[in-house]
């Protein structure tokens, strides 16, 4: 049912944890399936996104998504992450149930979220790429 590679991201979740000096945090959840994803990002004066964690309350897919969206982002401009789809995360998890791609779809959701809110705290407008899909909606 999982590939290897969900399966590992479950068991061993990379950057999980809550940040205390994270300057861009987001959380979204899905009520019909109950899972919560709050993402946390430190960003650099440049732009450049230098920590990011997660906190996931949910299933075992909505652990290594989110796992495997701070790894895609990590390193990356803000305008670089703004780009991450679901989509990219399945592939990069080599595929999800079609029962689960409302997880890859909050960790797309959680990224945007956190950006937006790092955008929020500077005073400075939000840029274009932040709109969310509303998972399972």
Do not use: W
């Amino acid at each position: 049912m999982y590939t290897e590679k969900v399966l590992d991201h479950f068991s061993h979740p990379r950057n999980m944890g809550e940040m205390q000096d994270a300057n861009g945090v987001g959380m979204v959840g899905n009520a019909k399936c109950g899972d919560i994803m709050q993402m946390f990002l430190k960003i650099s004066d440049e732009g450049v996104i230098e920590d990011v964690s997660f906190k996931t309350f949910g299933c075992g897919a909505a652990i290594a998504t989110s796992s495997m969206a701070t790894e895609l982002i990590k390193g990356k401009k803000v305008e670089e992450a703004l780009k991450l789809s679901n989509s990219a995360v399945v592939e990069a998890l080599e595929g999800l149930p079609p029962q689960k791609i409302h997880c890859s779809v909050l960790a797309e959701e959680a990224v945007k979220a956190a950006v937006e809110d790092y955008y929020k705290r500077r005073g400075e407008p939000v840029p274009e790429g932040t709109e969310r899909k509303h998972a399972g909606h």
